[in-house]
């Protein structure tokens, strides 16, 4: 008797692993599965920032001697540091200053610094040539990288503006329009 039961014994023992591989592969035959895409999206809206806050200091105007009507005309450059989206465009403009003269337009601007009642005209470029009045319509174009990119802005106080001593200033507003 000794020997069927251990005949028995080992006909369970050898017949469990058959016994759990059909129990999981029936589970894995009952288990289903679907699918579905899930959507994932942003939108990256161009933007831009202006930083006009370096000015432009033409320092000493001389009208006697170096800026003298014989002499030379005041030059100096600024920079206006924008940061733009990758890509996108946009145009920086400045205005006609808070102490334009009498006729100045958005399109041709007359700007001048003052000092109490008393003006020095003076005048902001595109080019450092001189050509191209910097206004507030046309303005200077702008592509974006990303990163902060300065736009040099070039001036002239023209020689032969005979005007009393003082601490002239005015104030231009830069604009970025994207």
Known sequence: MQGTNQKKFHRIILSLPIALAATLLSQNAMAGTDTSNFA????????????????????????????????????????INTTCTNGATATLTLDQGA???????D?????????????????????????????NTTGQSVTGTGASSPTTVYGVITKGQNVPAGSYTDTVVATITF
């Open 40 to 79: 994932v999206s942003a939108t990256v809206a161009a933007s831009c920032t202006v930083d006009a806050s370096g000015g432009l200091d033409f320092g000493a105007y001389d009208p006697i001697v170096t800026n003298a009507n014989s002499g030379s005309d005041a030059e100096q450059a600024g920079t």
């Open 107 to 135: 399109e041709a601007p007359l700007r001048r610094m003052k000092d109490g009642t008393d003006f020095l005209d003076y005048q902001l470029y595109t080019d450092s040539e001189h050509t191209t009045v910097w206004d």
């Open 99 to 105: 102490n334009a003269d009498d006729g100045s337009t």
